[in-house]
């Protein structure tokens, strides 16, 4: 009975996983709050890994969902048949498929580099509710004063592939501030683009594929430190990532082409409003505790 209560709450993990991770109102913030109400019965060491490791199964969707887009190799027959296409040692490689990778590694980078060196340093002052409340309100301010200076507004890049190496260290720079539970990767990613004059339906996608090396590493270094701290968890605990991350897959597929039908035609002021309003009530509960 109580592995199945488990089972209940995993999986309502990764509704709400697959649901935040790519709308701009902070999966991990979600996840925190989440954990306060649900707690998942155990270790605070694994739920520190299983929080980062269940975006694994959000990461499969936009990698099927846009599996054409990212995929880098092409058959070797059709090299002579096509301009994008080139050859890398008899490998037929697709040219567009290769500069937005270059263009993902370059935006990654900043982000990478601040979050290992202080990834310890943000767990320990920045990972609760407080912390989660401000950045919801703040970038939810930010949101609806964004959208408003944009109202009407003609964007220089309309299309993902027109994204400039410049432009994408700036998406980077901006995704930095993602390391604050609450502010949102996407959220800070889709700002910061905005600023830099990318349209919203280019600037999603970016923050989607940005999404892929950027929580495979975060992953990575989860998973490293929790066996390298002397971590360790049975088959119950493999039950819940497997459960978590297939159904964070499952609900990402959804959420991904809500948000590309959305911002076709919204602005994403009803993302701001919604982060002030949770962020209140979060500061609300608190006070009342």
């Known amino acids: 009975m109580d592995f199945f209560i488990e089972i209940i709450k995993t999986i309502l993990l990764g509704i709400v996983e697959g649901i935040t991770e790519w709308l701009p109102i902070s999966s991990t913030g979600h996840m925190i709050l989440l954990n306060d109400i649900l707690k998942?019965?155990?270790?605070?060491?694994?739920?520190?890994?299983?929080?980062?490791?269940?975006?694994?199964?959000?990461?499969?969707?936009?990698?099927?969902?846009?599996?054409?887009?990212?995929?880098?190799?092409?058959?070797?027959?059709?090299?002579?048949?096509?301009?994008?296409?080139?050859?890398?040692?008899?490998?037929?490689?697709?040219?567009?498929?290769?500069t937005l990778w270059a263009k993902v590694i370059v935006a990654m980078l900043p982000a990478a580099v601040v979050g290992i060196l202080f990834d310890d340093w943000f767990n320990e002052h920045f990972y609760n509710s407080i912390v989660v409340a401000a950045a919801l309100i703040v970038y939810?301010?930010?949101?609806?004063?964004?959208?408003?200076?944009?109202?009407?507004?003609?964007?220089?890049?309309?299309?993902?592939?027109?994204?400039s190496f410049k432009r994408a260290v700036g998406i980077g720079l901006f995704q930095t501030l993602s390391l604050v539970p609450g502010t949102s990767r996407s959220g800070s990613t889709i700002l910061g683009a905005s600023t830099l004059s990318v349209s919203r339906s280019a600037a999603a996608e970016f923050s989607f594929f940005l999404a892929i090396p950027v929580m495979l590493g975060a992953s990575a270094l989860k998973t490293l430190k929790f066996f390298l701290d002397g971590g360790t968890f049975g088959s119950a605990e493999i039950i819940y990532m497997l459960v978590g991350c297939a159904v964070a897959f499952l609900v990402s597929m959804a959420a991904i082409k809500f948000l590309t039908d959305f911002v076709k035609k919204h602005s994403f002021s009803a993302f701001g409003i919604y982060r002030i309003v949770l962020g209140i009530i979060v500061i609300a509960v608190n006070f009342i505790k």
């Open 140 to 163: 939810g301010v930010l949101f609806i004063l964004v959208e408003k200076a944009n109202r009407n507004k003609q964007f220089d890049v309309e299309n993902v592939d027109d994204i």
């Open 40 to 98: 998942l019965d155990v270790t605070d060491e694994f739920w520190e890994m299983f929080e980062v490791v269940i975006q694994l199964g959000a990461i499969l969707a936009v990698v099927v969902l846009y599996f054409k887009k990212l995929w880098p190799f092409a058959l070797k027959k059709n090299i002579e048949n096509g301009n994008n296409l080139f050859s890398v040692g008899g490998i037929g490689m697709k040219k567009n498929t290769m």
